[in-house]
């Protein structure tokens, strides 16, 4: 992880500065979703937050997201990937942050603050550049 992990946070896609694209969503077309094992992961963050953590507070379902980003902003039409039912349950983002990150990407630290219980989807992504660059080939 350890080479990775400085890409991801200091070159990610091989742009030095450039991070945890795969957490954000920014201009792209993108969801964190579907997550799979999203109840698997709630239980792990009650236990990691010691209190009850509710569905609602991490994952947006289909209804609440359909809507999300139907928007036309800058000549861009929203984001189609969150009208897709099959993409649900996706990871909240925080809306306040221009690059939309997933609530749990520190993007002042470049790294996700529950990265030892991270959901199955973002433990088994890996996209092309570290594909391309890494000995995990």
């Known amino acids: 992880m350890g080479n990775d992990c400085n890409i991801c946070s200091n070159k990610c896609f091989g742009i030095p500065e450039y991070h945890g694209s795969c957490c954000t969503i920014d201009v792209r077309d993108y969801i964190m979703g579907a997550h799979p094992d999203a109840d698997e992961f709630i239980t792990n963050l009650s236990k990691k937050f010691g209190r009850e953590i509710k569905r609602e507070e991490v994952f947006v379902e289909y209804e609440e997201g359909k809507d999300m980003f139907s928007y036309?902003?800058?000549?861009?039409?929203?984001?189609?990937?969150?009208?897709?039912?099959?993409?649900?349950?996706?990871?909240?983002?925080?809306?306040?942050?221009?690059?939309?990150?997933?609530?749990?990407?520190?993007?002042?630290?470049?790294?996700?603050?529950?990265?030892?219980?991270?959901?199955?989807?973002?433990?088994?992504?890996?996209?092309?550049?570290?594909?391309?660059?890494?000995?995990?080939?």
Not at 73 to 88: A, Q
Not at 112 to 131: A, F, G, N, Q, W
């Open 72 to 137: 036309e902003k800058n000549g861009i039409t929203g984001k189609s990937i969150w009208k897709r039912e099959e993409s649900y349950p996706a990871l909240r983002v925080d809306l306040n942050n221009p690059s939309l990150p997933c609530i749990f990407y520190n993007t002042h630290m470049k790294s996700c603050s529950v990265y030892d219980i991270r959901p199955k989807i973002c433990r088994e992504y890996e996209c092309d550049y570290l594909t391309k660059n890494t000995s995990k080939q």
